[in-house]
């Protein structure tokens, strides 16, 4: 039987047809975004990054020479439920959804979903190492006096013993934020590594950078669309410039081998603000970037 064409795959990530949550290698979209402090509509991320995601199924990984779709037991298990308007009772039923899946792959979504996620993952796991990236820290305490939202995830993360600060690194900050506010996580014993460091440094080293501070352990990598560029991602809630290429952030995952990755995440997927769909396939490529890494090794 001859394979269809791209656009009449089935509207799944990478169109595939297994829904079982049995599977080794769940997708699951998450469709929040009622934590957002600037613009809604990461909500339709999930759709938008599996119809993108059709774009990516011509072949093997050009430089891994592996087919994630042939190679890994994956499946698309649709959307978790949520609590329309409250977001702790949402995040209890991520969690929960979460928790009996042997590895996921979520699609935000806006950034709070990592929380419970991590919440899940620790309780099987241990504390996490933590690949975060990002245009911001998301370790403010509160956002606007609202305990739980997208840019206190982290703060949550590291108070909770969910993630080992010091198996912690962030790639692509470069938002206004306070210095108390950065001065803590620093202290906490996170790296950050800003987008000037990385648009200063070669991929290669960045991504050593990056495996000597997440080390051996089990490791958690999370990637809120925002690290790109506005030039390269427009649609997102919280833009910011003087971020990172498409090409940076690929290259950058393309060398993270040996990293026992035990989950992963894309967020703050925007599309009312996306222009050609960009923002959105740049999101299912980094997913597609990490499948080819977990199945190579």
Known sequence: MKEPPTFSLPPTFLGVRDTARDTAFCIAGIPLDIGTTNRAGARFGPEAIRRASRMLVDGAHPQRWVDPLTRLQLADIGNFELLLGNLPASLALIEE??????HLVALGGEHTITLPLLRALTKKKGPLGLVHFDAHVDTWRDNFGQAYAHGSVFF????????????????GIRSPVQKDVFDWTLSKGVKILTAEDTHLSQPS??????????GEGPTYLSFDIDVLDPAFAPGTG????????TWQAQAILRRLDGIDFVGMDV???????????????AGATMVWEYLALIATR
Request: aromatic share 2%; glycine share 6%; hydrophobic share 50%.
């Open 97 to 102: 959804q979460a928790a009996p899946l042997a």
């Open 156 to 171: 949550h993360a590291i108070e909770e013993g969910l993630v080992d600060p010091r198996r912690m690194i962030q790639i």
């Open 205 to 214: 080293d960045l991504a050593t950078a990056i495996r000597s501070t997440v």
């Open 238 to 245: 919280t833009p910011e410039i003087g971020g990172l290429a």
């Open 267 to 281: 967020v703050e997927v925007a599309p009312a603000y996306d222009h050609a769909e960009i923002t959105a396939l």
